[in-house]
Nanobody, 113 residues
Framework: QVQLVESGGGLVQPGGSLRLSCVGSGFAFDRFTMRWYRQAPGKEREMVAHINSDGITDYADSVKGRFTISRSNAKNTVYLQMNSLKPEDTAVYYC???????WGQGIQVTVSS
C-alpha cells in the first residue's frame, strides 16, 4: 500500500522558517521524482518544488531563493526547507510522487503575526 505522510507544518511568524518532511512507503522511492505542491484557500493547487531521482531540482518563481527541496533515499524522505516565510506562503502543502500519481494527505502551513 502506497503512503506519503507529511509532517512539520504549523504556525510561524513572517520571516520565520519551517521544514516539511514527507515519508514515502509502498513504492520504489529512490526511482521517483518527488514534488511539493501547495493550495491556498480559493486558489488552485500549484507546484512549489521538484526533485528528480538524480537530485536535480526546480522551483516556482515565487519561492526561488527561499525554499530548498532535498531528499534522503536511505530514509525514503523528501524535505522542503522554507525560509523567509511570507503570509502569502500560507497554504496546505502536499507531497507528490510524480511517476505514480501518489499524493500525501496535506499539511497546513500558516504564516501570520
Amino acid at each position: 500500500q502506497v503512503q506519503l505522510v507529511e509532517s512539520g507544518g504549523g504556525l510561524v511568524q513572517p520571516g520565520g522558517s519551517l521544514r516539511l518532511s514527507c515519508v514515502g512507503s509502498g513504492f520504489a522511492f529512490d526511482r521517483f521524482t518527488m514534488r511539493w505542491y501547495r493550495q491556498a484557500p480559493g486558489k488552485e493547487r500549484e507546484m512549489v518544488a521538484h526533485i528528480n531521482s538524480d537530485g536535480i531540482t526546480d522551483y516556482a518563481d515565487s519561492v526561488k531563493g527561499r525554499f530548498t527541496i532535498s531528499r534522503s533515499n536511505a530514509k525514503n524522505t523528501v524535505y522542503l526547507q522554507m525560509n523567509s516565510l511570507k503570509p502569502e506562503d500560507t497554504a496546505v502543502y502536499y507531497c507528490y510522487a510524480w511517476s505514480g500519481g501518489y499524493w500525501g494527505q496535506g499539511i497546513q502551513v500558516t504564516v501570520s503575526s
